[in-house]
């Protein structure tokens, strides 16, 4: 596609619930790259997939998450036992190489609250 | 551990105004900054990305300069118009491959 596409754009949920949100990359780009911003705060990093597989994991809160990437393609975030605190957009972004030096397109998002 | 700030945090100013943004970050080992525009519930939009070789970028109205001895880059929008108001982010990019954002600057341009 032209750019990174997200969904859905809203999920709303019942805490304790499981969600999923898709992240579709640029074709042809081999990074894809996950963030989480809450209200008023800039972006966090949550994962990272060269490929297939997950480069760095490092920023993922804990266990109740977890990101596939099977095909090198689509990505999926997975979230557990969702929790109020778990509220926040999911930004995803992808670049071409995933070189330090190359520039990340971001999708438009996913706003997830959890009541 | 790598810290970006942005100052101010909010500012308004009347259009046709030109207006400088302030991005500071605390380790100098970086590969390229880059500035965002953020529209309200929106994704990010990249404005312009600086190598750490280079000193500024310019896109139309825009320019953006990168010192990254004293960690510093301003993003400069010139003539502003309300069609700027939107959320302002800076990002840095280290050897761990990751964008590190500050908080933003929100901007608001009053007709």
């Known amino acids: 596609g032209a750019g990174v596409s997200q969904t859905p754009s809203n999920k709303v949920t019942e805490k304790g619930k499981y969600v999923e949100l898709r992240c579709d990359p640029i074709s042809g780009h081999t990074a894809l790259y996950w963030y989480r911003q809450s209200l008023g705060q800039g972006p966090e990093f949550l994962i990272y997939f060269q490929g297939t597989g997950a480069a760095d994991d490092s920023g993922l809160p804990n266990d109740r998450f977890f990101a596939v990437r099977p095909e090198g393609s689509v990505s999926t975030l997975k979230i557990q036992r969702t929790e109020r605190g778990d509220s926040a957009v999911y930004l995803c972004?992808?670049?071409?190489?995933?070189?330090?030096?190359?520039?990340?397109?971001f999708g438009p998002g996913t706003r997830l609250t959890v009541l | 551990k790598q810290e970006v700030t942005q100052i101010p945090a909010a500012l308004s100013v009347p259009e046709g105004e030109n207006l400088v943004l302030n991005c500071s970050f605390t380790?100098?080992?970086?590969?390229?900054l880059q500035w965002f525009r953020q529209d309200p519930g929106k994704g990010l939009t990249s404005l312009l990305l600086i190598q750490s070789s280079q000193r500024e970028q310019t896109s139309g109205r825009l320019n953006a300069s990168l010192d990254k001895s004293s960690g510093r880059s301003t993003l400069y929008i010139a003539a502003s118009q309300p069609g700027d108001s939107a959320t302002y982010l800076c990002?840095?990019?280290?050897?761990?491959?990751?964008?590190?954002f500050g908080t933003g600057t929100l901007l608001a341009v009053q007709p």
């Open positions: 990002a840095v990019i280290g050897a761990t491959n990751k964008l590190i």
């Open positions: 380790d100098s080992a970086i590969y390229n």
């Open positions: 972004a992808s670049s071409s190489n995933g070189g330090m030096r190359d520039e990340q397109f």
